[in-house]
T-cell receptor, first 115, second 117 residues
Framework: GENVEQHPSTLSVQEGDSAVIKCTYS??????FPWYKQELGKGPQLIID?????GEKKDQRIAVTLNKTAKHFSLHITETQPEDSAVYFC??????????????FGKGTHLIIQP | NAGVTQTPKFQVLKTGQSMTLQCAQD?????MSWYRQDPGMGLRLIHY???????DQGEVPNGYNVSRSTTEDFPLRLLSAAPSQTSVYFC????????????????FGNGTRLTVT
């Protein structure tokens, strides 16, 4: 099945600075890469996703970039605000024709926004 | 529109007890799944279902059973709880299967925090 590695496990940035979280995946056939945000006491919620035919996608202060050759994708948050403090997860779908039919998640990044 | 509803929010069990974690969705999603979340381990797939009457095993299925008699409900059963099953459990649903080309997002419930002593 798919193997997803996520770094760093904890990231502390000053309010207003940018934050970058990186993930690598193992199966070159993977074609969809979502990012989820989990606030304390709640379930993860999709914040942005990208398909393999696109190199970058932006949504206001959030962007995701994909490098298919290197098999990695990154979440970029600009002008960070206190409400960005949360745990962020990357994920990848199962490879075609094999494995359990569920997303494989990275182990998460705890983003801390310092005032 | 409630989305994905999980009950109970918290539960404490003794080793060997059984219980059922409830999950219901009102979005008419065919795909439903259960994940467990442990510190430093991320989210791991326990069981999933691609439609009523169809269930299959995920990455960590041992010690858990599921059934899918309706589109809306997907309960998770622990037949004989063990301390290793202490975790936060999330139910999630989506319009299409993750392996399909539709790439529809997973909608998560707010979780059940289970402690087994």
């Amino acid at each position: 099945g798919e193997n997803v590695e996520q770094h760093p496990s904890t990231l502390s940035v000053q309010e207003g600075d940018s934050a970058v979280i990186k993930c690598t995946y193992s199966d070159s056939a993977s074609n969809y890469f979502p990012w989820y945000k989990q606030e304390l006491g709640k379930g993860p919620q999709l914040i942005i996703d990208i398909r393999s035919n696109v190199g970058e996608k932006k949504d206001q202060r959030i962007a995701v970039t994909l490098n298919k050759t290197a098999k990695h994708f990154s979440l970029h948050i600009t002008e960070t605000q206190p409400e960005d403090s949360a745990v962020y997860f990357c994920a990848a779908p199962p490879p075609p024709g094999g494995g359990a039919d569920g997303l494989t998640f990275g182990k998460g990044t705890h983003l801390i926004i310092q005032p | 529109n409630a989305g994905v509803t999980q009950t109970p929010k918290f539960q404490v069990l003794k080793t060997g007890q059984s219980m059922t974690l409830q999950c219901a969705q009102d979005m008419n999603h065919e795909y439903m799944s259960w994940y467990r979340q442990d510190p430093g381990m991320g989210l791991r797939l326990i069981h999933y279902s691609v439609g009523a009457g169809i269930t299959d095993q995920g990455e960590v299925p041992n010690g858990y059973n599921v059934s899918r008699s309706t589109t809306e409900d997907f309960p998770l059963r622990l037949l004989s709880a063990a301390p290793s099953q202490t975790s936060v459990y999330f139910c999630a649903s989506s319009y299409a299967r993750p392996a399909s080309s539709y790439n529809s997002p997973l909608h998560f419930g707010n979780g059940t925090r289970l402690t087994v002593t």
